[in-house]
């Protein structure tokens, strides 16, 4: 089955810096790679997500890069806000009996320091 | 337009005891999912219901069992209760196919502590 590995585990930043999250998987058929966020005691949310024919996709202040090659994506957070602390969690689809599933990674914590 | 609703939020069990978690969504989503989590190991999957009529397992199975009860509702059955089980449990649902992103829509959570 699928395997999806996240990293750092915690992150720290300035306010205003970047954040990078980093995701490797292991399955070469999965497709579909989003992110969620959770904000501490709330259900996660979808905040972009990226298909295995794109290479990169933006949304305002974050991003999400792809290499299919290599089996890693990454989420890329520019000039964070406190508001940007969460839980981010990474996912590929997965396949099983021919039906599709998310396996997510293990989670980020990004504190944003004012 | 509730989207994910899930029952109870907050439920307390010992050892042996059984329960059922109830989920039912609005968005007339064919695919439903049940997630468990807990503390550095993110979110993993119990089992899922691709469509109507259909289960299957998913990473950590043992110890659970779900009924899609119509395409709306989708409940998980602890039959015995284990400390191990003690867990964030979420139900989620999605449509996808053609230019559906596969968006997974989650329920608040129901916090599940067992003694």
């Known amino acids: 089955g699928e395997n999806v590995e996240q990293h750092p585990s915690t992150l720290s930043v300035q306010e205003g810096d970047s954040a990078v999250i980093k995701c490797t998987y292991s399955?070469?058929?999965?497709?579909?790679f989003p992110w969620y966020k959770q904000e501490l005691g709330k259900r996660p949310q979808l905040i972009i997500d990226?298909?295995?024919?794109?290479g990169e996709k933006k949304d305002q202040r974050i991003a999400v890069t792809l290499n299919k090659t290599a089996k890693h994506f990454s989420l890329h957070i520019t000039e964070t806000q406190p508001e940007d602390s969460a839980v981010y969690f990474c996912?590929?689809?997965?396949?099983?009996?021919?039906?599709?599933?998310?396996?997510f990674g293990s989670g980020t914590r990004l504190q944003v320091q004012p | 337009n509730a989207g994910v609703t899930q029952t109870p939020k907050f439920q307390v069990l010992k050892t042996g005891q059984s329960m059922t978690l109830q989920c039912a969504q609005d968005m007339n989503h064919n695919s439903m999912y049940w997630y468990r989590q807990d503390p550095g190991m993110g979110l993993r999957l119990i089992y899922y219901s691709a469509s109507e009529g259909t289960t299957d397992k998913g990473e950590v199975p043992n110890g659970y069992n779900v009924s899609r009860l119509n395409k709306r509702e989708f409940s998980l059955r602890l039959e015995s209760a284990a400390p191990s089980q003690t867990s964030v449990y979420f139900c989620?649902?999605?449509?996808?196919?053609?230019?559906?992103?596969?968006?997974?829509?989650f329920g608040e959570g129901s916090r599940l502590t067992v003694l």
């Open positions: 996912a590929a689809s997965m396949r099983r009996t021919g039906r599709r599933a998310l396996t």
């Open positions: 990226i298909r295995s024919n794109v």
């Open positions: 989620a649902s999605s449509e996808v196919g053609g230019a559906n992103t596969g968006e997974l829509f």
């Open positions: 399955d070469s058929a999965s497709n579909y």
